[in-house]
Antibody
Framework: QVQLVESGGGVVQPGGSLRLSCAAS????????MHWVRQAPGKGLEWVAFIRPLGDEMYYADSVKGRLTISRDNSGSTLYLQMNSLRPEDTAIYFC???????????WGQGTLVTVSS | QSALTQPASVSESPGQSITISCSGT?????????VSWYQQHPGKAPKLMIY???RRPSGVSNRFSGSKSGNTASLTISGLQAEDEADYFCCSFAGTTWVFGGGTKLTVL
């Protein structure tokens, strides 16, 4: 069965950096695009970034462009999100999600909490 | 990348039907049939309920259905059950980005 397990969340000061990981299993990782989606406490979902199966193209939300970088290691079936120049408004649960190939998110991890605070 | 517009909350009695609207623009819902809907229970990850406007993933009850007209998509839940009480989010592909709605809290009275 498909499993996505995020890790790497924590508390970081404004301006700081963090790298999130998402370990994937139960499907052929290199055949699917992957996303990061976040949810601020008590708020709605916000799409963050997408990476194509071979990692040759990435798309970002305007709110994170230039600060967050999505990448993947297909040999290790792992998705990453490098987060730099973090701001308090980046505080959220970060979910990794598998792309369904129909422009939807068909499997989600349990999320990892990132808190940006001094 | 403005969020899609959903009603903040809806409520209905068990056994009845409800429809949740999701209003977008000609840059997202109006241009693509790549609309999806997600159900989220408190403290849980979202679950895909509808994709490509009308298609249901395997295992999702046929009480859930989707539609689209112009720049507005809709999710209909028939025969409401207690376990349907949750937050529902719409989402649309928008070229090189995806945009979510603000979410609708469904209360089953």
């Amino acid at each position: 069965q498909v499993q996505l397990v995020e890790s790497g969340g924590g508390v970081v000061q404004p301006g700081g950096s963090l790298r999130l990981s998402c370990a994937a299993s139960g499907f052929t990782f290199l055949s699917y695009g992957m996303h990061w989606v976040r949810q601020a406490p008590g708020k709605g979902l916000e799409w963050v970034a997408f990476i194509r199966p071979l990692g040759d193209e990435m798309y970002y939300a305007d709110s994170v462009k230039g600060r967050l970088t999505i990448s993947r290691d297909n040999s290790g079936s792992t998705l990453y999100l490098q987060m730099n120049s973090l701001r308090p408004e980046d505080t959220a649960i970060y979910f990794c999600a598998k792309d369904s190939t129909y422009w939807a998110f068909d499997y989600w991890g349990q999320g990892t909490l990132v808190t940006v605070s001094s | 990348q403005s969020a899609l517009t959903q009603p903040a909350s809806v409520s209905e009695s068990p056994g009845q039907s409800i429809t949740i609207s999701c209003s977008g623009t000609s840059s997202d819902i109006g241009s693509y049939d790549h609309v999806s809907w997600y159900q989220q229970h408190p403290g849980k990850a979202p679950k895909l309920m509808i994709y490509e406007v009308t298609r249901r993933p395997s295992g999702v009850s046929n009480r859930f259905s989707g539609s689209k007209s112009g720049n507005t998509a809709s999710l209909t839940i028939s025969g409401l059950q207690a376990e349907d009480e949750a937050d529902y989010f719409c989402c649309s592909f928008a070229g090189t980005t995806w945009v979510f709605g603000g979410g609708t809290k469904l209360t089953v009275l």
